[in-house]
């Protein structure tokens, strides 16, 4: 069942690398992006059927070396390679059920995170800017590159609200589980009596998109400039280089102040608001998602509070899958790699439950 499954596979393997070569298909861009996508997507499987085909057809041969042979220490050192056969095929099933497992068709993609303050004043913002700086950090340690798009400061430090840019590989697929509320619990600075207070701040993790998931009319988009007010020099406040963009039929607001240049500013909102839009599309198959999942793991439900750091105690626990770490501040410092992990485990553990393969 597994083989045949894995050389159907196989098949059209070969059948889109023989059209991603073919000039017809080359002239349709969208096609040839998809058609690419989906012969990257497919090779690990590839290579994982033909070590798995070696694997079984060495079992077969050490099985007939133990009939056939009479020499005893030919016989052992037979059954000494077999058992560790055996051992690699039971584990190459288990990766090649995990590669069976369809992946969201975004995770390849860069991501957009929107940061925002939400219960707890001061402190929220506060919050907001160390989630910022544990997320920058992150993605330094991935090799992937942050932009920032647009901000908004707290009166007493960090952001109302933080939107950033992630590029590298494979960016949506991490970063998609950070999607929801972050609370945090301890003493904030602006309290005199020392009490613990509760705060928090939300969390959104879009799939960027890309001119070929949305088309965009020019003339649904109405442009206005204005200064920039936050960091930058001299330019803030002399030139027209910010940019808002309203998408009439949807109603949607995007704007950006980073760069001096009314061009750059441009093009990032384009961005953001291309993303936005495919999100609205993109939730929907979220929502399809949550009404199957038991630990609401990379759904759409940006609403749920998914983790307390807890600063008395130096905890940090994820509520979806009921994690707790004890290393508050190397979380706090970037190293959310193992939250991450454990929560992909959990994911893939409900998708082959399902019989997703």
Same mark, same amino acid.
């Given at each position: 069942m597994l083989l045949e499954k894995l050389q159907a596979i196989k098949e059209r393997y #070969?059948?889109?690398?023989?059209?991603?070569?073919?000039?017809?298909?080359?002239?349709?861009?969208?096609?040839?992006?998809? +058609?690419?996508?989906?012969?990257?997507?497919?090779? !690990?499987?590839v290579e994982a059927h033909k070590e798995y085909k070696?694997? +079984?057809?060495?079992?077969?041969s050490a099985r007939e070396l133990l009939q056939q042979e009479k020499d005893a220490e030919f016989r052992e050192m037979a059954r000494?390679? +077999? #058992?560790?056969?055996q051992t690699r095929q039971d584990k190459l099933e288990e990766e090649i059920r995990l590669l069976l497992?369809?992946?969201? !068709?975004?995770?390849?993609?860069?991501?957009?995170v929107e940061i925002r303050a939400g219960t707890g004043g001061d402190e929220a913002a506060i919050f907001a800017g160390d989630l910022y700086r544990m997320y920058t950090k992150f993605c330094e340690s991935q090799g992937w590159k942050t932009e920032l798009v647009d901000l908004n400061e707290g009166t007493s430090g960090g952001f109302k609200e933080v939107i950033f840019n992630v590029s590298g590989d494979g960016v949506y697929g991490l970063m998609k589980y950070e999607s929801g509320v972050h609370r945090v619990q301890r003493v904030p600075q602006?309290?005199?009596?020392?009490r613990v207070h509760t705060s928090a701040a939300t969390v959104a993790v879009l799939p960027e998109a890309d001119?070929?998931?949305?088309?965009?009319?020019?003339?649904?988009?109405k442009k206005e400039t204005f200064c920039s007010s936050g960091p930058g020099g001299q330019s803030v406040n002399t030139t027209y280089s910010a940019v808002r963009l309203t998408h009439i039929p949807s109603g949607i607001v995007v704007s950006c102040q980073d760069q001096k240049s009314q061009i750059k500013n441009l093009d990032k909102a384009m961005k953001v608001l291309r993303t936005r839009l495919f999100d609205m599309e993109y939730k929907k198959y979220l929502d399809e998602i949550a009404s199957k999942r038991k630990t609401m793991v990379?759904?759409?439900?940006?609403?749920?509070k998914i983790r307390t750091y807890n600063f008395p105690?130096?905890?940090?626990?994820?509520?979806?899958?009921?994690?707790?770490?004890y290393n508050l501040s190397s979380i706090m410092d970037g190293d959310i790699m193992e939250i991450i992990d454990a929560l992909q485990v959990a994911e893939n553990a409900e998708k082959l439950q399902e019989g997703v393969t």
């Open positions: #070969d059948e889109v690398s023989t059209l991603i070569a073919d000039p017809g298909v080359i002239a349709d861009m969208k096609r040839y992006i998809r +058609l690419n996508k989906e012969f990257k997507d497919l090779q !690990p499987i070696n694997v +079984l057809d060495n079992i077969a000494m390679e +077999l #058992d560790s056969l497992i369809p992946s969201d !068709p975004q995770d390849d993609k860069n991501a957009i602006t309290e005199t009596q020392g001119e070929f998931d949305i088309e965009l009319k020019t003339s649904d988009i990379s759904t759409g439900d940006r609403s749920a105690q130096g905890r940090v626990t994820d509520h979806r899958i009921g994690l707790t770490l």
